[in-house]
């Protein structure tokens, strides 16, 4: 088993551009959360899913940030018109189905993000 | 609010010397608490988790409910521990899962 695959996992943007951040789960699982780490601070929670299901957006900024995990193949962090306080590191991490609060998150190395 | 708090962001000991990584949290009901660690280069893991009650590699963690406490802990320190580590609480309800982090503290071992 691979692990939680991010690709890719450096990404440079200007100002104004579209970032797309994509999220490979361990085989078998079914949940994925994004997290997002700024400089000298912790890992916040973005975004949960489930496949074809947000479960829980409560850390998502409001604007120009959308999640999805379809059916088939990765899940994708979008970010719209990016600006300099995008610049972080992006982790994923998933679970298996039936996974609660309690259950352990595989995490991925992350993409570090900088907007010029 | 549920929160997670890390005071030192640095510790730095001798190798051989005990350690502790203190971690406060703020949560109104029955908390779920783990600690990951990120070795240099490599992602972040599962350390431990409180519900199991278990020791990886010399490091234990009580939760201590009364002081809102779960500091991770471990006698005799080898440089191999020199990474980060981050506190984190299980938080949700049904089956959500998410993770509220600490900002992390840097393990020093010295030789």
């Known amino acids: 088993n691979a692990g939680v695959m991010q690709n890719p996992r450096h990404l440079v943007r200007r100002r104004g551009q579209e970032a797309r951040l994509r999220c490979s789960p361990m085989?078998?699982?079914?949940?994925v959360y994004w997290y997002r780490q700024l400089p000298e601070e912790g890992l916040k929670f973005m975004v949960y899913?489930?496949?074809?299901?947000?479960?829980?957006e409560s850390g998502m900024p409001k604007e120009r940030f959308s999640a999805e995990f379809p059916k088939e193949g990765p899940s994708i962090l979008r970010i719209q018109q990016v600006v300099r306080g995008d610049s972080a590191a992006y982790f994923c991490?998933?679970?298996?189905?039936?996974?609660?609060?309690?259950?352990?998150?595989?995490f991925g190395p992350g993409t570090r993000l900088t907007v010029l | 609010a549920q929160r997670v708090t890390q005071p030192e962001k640095l510790l730095s000991v001798f190798k051989g010397a005990p350690v502790e990584l203190k971690c406060n949290y703020s949560y109104s009901g029955s908390p779920e608490l783990f600690w990951y660690v990120q070795y240099s280069r490599q992602r972040l893991q599962l350390l431990l988790r409180?519900?199991?009650?278990?020791s990886i590699k010399g490091f234990t963690a009580d939760l201590n409910k009364g002081e809102t406490s779960f500091h991770l802990k471990k006698p005799f320190a080898q440089e191999e521990d020199s990474a980060m580590y981050y506190c984190?609480?299980?938080w949700g309800s049904g089956n959500t899962g998410k993770l509220i982090f600490g900002q992390g503290t840097t393990l020093q071992v010295k030789p």
């Open positions: 984190a609480l299980g």
């Open positions: 409180h519900i199991s009650r278990e």
């Open positions: 899913l489930q496949k074809e299901n947000i479960i829980d």
């Open positions: 085989k078998g699982h079914s949940h």
């Open positions: 991490a998933s679970s298996p189905p039936g996974t609660s609060v309690t259950d352990t998150q595989y």
